[in-house]
C-alpha cells in the first residue's frame, strides 16, 4: 500500500477534538493543496469562507441541525458553489455592452453552472480533507449547511450567484476518536456496475442489508418500525432535517434563476 492509498483507508470522519490550534503553516500546506484541487475550466467556481469569529461558530452549531461539536472545532471552513466571481468579471468586461451590440440577451448562471459550482467547491472540500488527514487532522463534513438558507445568507452576505455546499470542520481527533471503529461501506457489487446501471432487486437488498438488518433485529423495534429500510425512512429520508434541506435548498436555486 502506498502512503495516498493509506491516507484514504485510514481517514475516519472526526467529531471530537484536542484542544490543539492547527498552526498558520499547516493551515497554509492543506490550502494550497486545497486550491490545486481539478476544476472545471480551470474557472475554480468556489469560494471558502474561513469562519473565525466563535459567535458564528457557535451559530452554526444551532442553525446546522443541532450539532454542538461544530462550536468545539478550532478550524472551520464553509465551501460555496461561486459564480458571483466570474459573473461580476463578465459584467466588469463589458459583456452587457457586447451582448447589446449582437443584439443578443446575457446569459446569466443557470441550473448547469449551479452543479458546475457545486463539483468544484466539493472536489476542492475532498481535497482540504485529505490533505488535512496526511498532518493527521480529522474532519467532518456538515451537510446541514444548506439548511436554513435565510440565516446563513445573511450570516456570510452571500450574493445571488453562490451556494453554501459544504461545511467542513477540522481539528486534532481526541484518544477516542482514534480508536473508533471504521464505519463499513456496502459490498462493491451493488456500487460499481459495468457498462449499464443495474436497478437492484428484493433479493439484491436482502444482501446488501444483511448487517444492518441483524443489528437492527438485536435492538427494540419503535414506532412501527418493522425493518431498516423503514428505520432509515423515518429517520433519514422523511426526517425534519430532510425536509428543511429541501425546502432551503428550493430557495436557493430560485434565488439563482430570479
Ligand atoms: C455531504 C456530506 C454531509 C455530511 N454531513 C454530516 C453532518 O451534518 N454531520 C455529521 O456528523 N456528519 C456528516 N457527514 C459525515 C458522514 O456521516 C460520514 O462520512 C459517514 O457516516 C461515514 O463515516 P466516515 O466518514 O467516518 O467513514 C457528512 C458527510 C458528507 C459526505
Not at 494550497?32 to 475554480?44: E, F, I, Q, S, V
Not at 442489508?209 to 423515518?234: D, L, P, T
Request: aromatic residues 12%; neutral net charge.
Amino acid at each position: 500500500m502506498n502512503q495516498v492509498i493509506d491516507v484514504l483507508m485510514k481517514r475516519r470522519s472526526v467529531r471530537a477534538y484536542e484542544e490543539k490550534e492547527i498552526s498558520a503553516d499547516v493551515k497554509a500546506e492543506i490550502l494550497k493543496a486545497t486550491l490545486r484541487a481539478p476544476t472545471a475550466g480551470n474557472m475554480m467556481l468556489y469560494s471558502i469562507i474561513e469562519v473565525t469569529d466563535q459567535k458564528i461558530i457557535d451559530r452554526l452549531a444551532i442553525t446546522c441541525d443541532n450539532q454542538p461539536f461544530i462550536a468545539r472545532a478550532p478550524m472551520v471552513w464553509l465551501f460555496l458553489a461561486d459564480y458571483q466571481r466570474w459573473f461580476d468579471f463578465f459584467l466588469a468586461s463589458g459583456v452587457e455592452e457586447l451582448c447589446k451590440q449582437k443584439q443578443v440577451p446575457m446569459r446569466k448562471p443557470e441550473e448547469g453552472d449551479l452543479f458546475l459550482g457545486c463539483c468544484d467547491a466539493l472536489i476542492a472540500a475532498q481535497n482540504a480533507v485529505i490533505a488535512a488527514e496526511s498532518f493527521g487532522i480529522g474532519s467532518c463534513y456538515i451537510g446541514d449547511i444548506m439548511e436554513q438558507y435565510e440565516i446563513h445568507k445573511e450570516l456570510f452576505e452571500l450574493p445571488q450567484y453562490t451556494f453554501p455546499i459544504c461545511l467542513l470542520v477540522f481539528g486534532y481527533p481526541t484518544r477516542e476518536q482514534t480508536k473508533r471503529p471504521y464505519t463499513k461501506r456496502f459490498d462493491e457489487k451493488f456500487i460499481l456496475f459495468e457498462n449499464q446501471y443495474h436497478r437492484l432487486d428484493k433479493q439484491d437488498f436482502k444482501a446488501m442489508f444483511r448487517e444492518h438488518e441483524a443489528r437492527m433485529s438485536k435492538g427494540k423495534s419503535k414506532e412501527g418500525i418493522a425493518n431498516f429500510g423503514q428505520a432509515m425512512y423515518v429517520r433519514k429520508f422523511d426526517s425534519a432535517f430532510s425536509v428543511e434541506m429541501s425546502r432551503s435548498v428550493r430557495l436557493i436555486l430560485e434565488a439563482w434563476k430570479n
